[in-house]
């Protein structure tokens, strides 16, 4: 499907020592795991969002003053944390996944489940890096090895930009046109 990514572009400055985690806050999002994760290696992390599981996601971040609750923030909020996070962790498995496109059209990598979506929307090792199972230490190890990449300069903001690009509206248009066309001769 096409994403809407026109309100979104890089800041064109360096990231700040951040992570972003963005959802709905439902269990099967499992934002408990970029919790956890960041938690238990003592990263900075901001949580996006709000919903039913918000009180068991609070109570996984307690005591744990460099993990920030935003709740319900605006799209321009949103954008200036994609903007400035130094990559965005995702944690569920979707049947497409919006947010990791949103966080790549504003030039940050992503830390992402390696099933459904993710596997269509971010390029290992390019867009971003991958964990095999849905818990904490696999959470963590990815993280460790994103820094890793990280600090070897190898996420590069404008081809993360233009990957993005390719799921835009214009280019599901032009994809769509082209297959008409193709058809037709």
């Keep these: 499907p096409p994403v809407d990514l026109s309100r979104l572009e890089p800041n ?5 020592d951040f992570y972003c985690a963005f959802s709905r806050f439902v269990p099967y999002k499992r934002l ?9 290696l003592n990263k ?6 709000d919903g039913s599981n918000r009180k068991q996601l609070e109570a996984i971040a307690k005591d744990c003053d460099f993990i920030k609750f935003t709740g319900r923030i605006s799209d321009e909020e949103v954008k200036k944390y994609l903007q400035r996070c130094k990559a965005l962790i995702f944690c569920a498995e979707e ?5 990791p496109l949103e966080a790549q059209a504003c ?19 390019k867009t971003g890096v991958f964990f095999d199972k849905q818990e904490t230490d696999n959470v963590c190890n990815a993280i460790l090895n994103f820094e890793t990449l ?7 903001t404008n081809k993360i930009v233009e990957h993005a690009k390719t799921f835009s509206i214009e280019s599901f ?10 058809n037709s001769n």
């Excluded at 064109?12 to 700040?16: A, D």
């Design 44 to 49: 900075k992390l901001v949580v996006i969002g």
């Design 95 to 99: 049947d497409f996944g919006i947010i």
């Design 107 to 125: 030039g940050r990598p992503v830390i992402a489940f390696k099933k459904g979506g993710a596997l269509e929307t971010v390029i290992e090792n």
């Design 32 to 40: 408990d795991l970029a919790i956890s994760a960041c938690k238990k």
């Design 173 to 182: 248009k032009k994809q769509i046109m082209d297959v008409i066309n193709e």
């Design 12 to 16: 064109n400055l360096e990231s700040e």
């Design 150 to 156: 990280y600090n070897q300069n190898v996420f590069n």
